[in-house]
């Protein structure tokens, strides 16, 4: 009788269940294309608004090229502000939340600190600065870390699951705006050059037929050609002007003016990246 009270407590004892703790998901490191895409992202919403306002700036104090150049130049600073406050305390930046990566420290996966964020900021300029190399390098890393993620003892992982198609999407994007980015960086530097380049020696082009003209007219009014910059300046009614615009544009120590009876030669350099030697008549 005892032994069939026990059997009975025992058969209507609760049986606890013992919940299967959720399983992680596996931390894997981005791959190249997601971290192209998000670092693209960035410096655009970075870049624009700067290029914008920079724009603004140029067109209202109209100062030497040398000063433009060190104006768009300083984007680099509002950027690197950027991801240094993003890239650390476990914040995101834009384009690595929209890609569904983070940054994180390559022994614990916790987020970056501060200070190793701005290292990790700065190597940007590092790996941009070795003809790109600094990034090449996360092509041939296991875990994809480039330069600047060495600098900072950093490795940018996956921050959430991502479907078949999503990841196929961003690695056929990514690889196609790679090709578009070293397609135009080679044309840069072994082509033509940018639109922006190509813009500046056209407009010492110009400049210089502006003098063949004030040659003419010289000619007209005083029977020959002259090799002195200064009077021609005084026959463009604003000498002040014609003078800016000469230095805004071209290499003054690079300008000749060479003169004969019956024609002239002018030769100067733009002041584009290559210094582009430019001639009128050419």
Sequence with gaps: MEEHRIQNIMEDAPVETVAEAPQE????????????????????????????LAAFVINRIQPDLEIIYAILGCVIIPFILYETIFGSGGRNTLGKALVG???????????????????????????????????????????????????????VMQARPKSWGERTALTLTGALLMIVFVSVSYSQLFG??????????????????KIGYLEEVHRMHFGYYTNDLLRLS??????VQFQRDTHAVLDNRNFRIGVSENGYKISAQAKDAKKTKVYYPG
């Excluded at 791959?31 to 919403?45: C, P, Q, Y």
């Excluded at 033509?192 to 813009?199: D, E």
Aim: net charge neutral; glycine share 8%.
């Design 192 to 209: 033509a050059g940018s639109l922006a380049q190509q813009r500046l020696i056209n407009r010492a082009q110009e400049h210089l037929a």
């Design 25 to 52: 998901l596996e931390a894997k490191p981005a791959g190249v294309a997601e971290r192209f895409i998000a670092l693209l992202i960035d410096w655009s919403i970075i870049s624009i608004p700067y290029q914008l």
């Design 234 to 239: 005084i026959l463009s009614g604003d000498p």
């Design 101 to 155: 990566i983070r940054v994180a420290d390559v022994q614990t996966g916790e987020p970056l600190s501060l200070p190793r964020a701005f290292i990790r900021a700065v190597g940007y300029l590092i790996s941009a600065g070795l003809l790109m190399c600094g990034f090449l390098l996360a092509f041939i890393d296991n875990q994809h870390r480039a330069l600047h993620d060495y600098l900072a003892g950093s490795v």
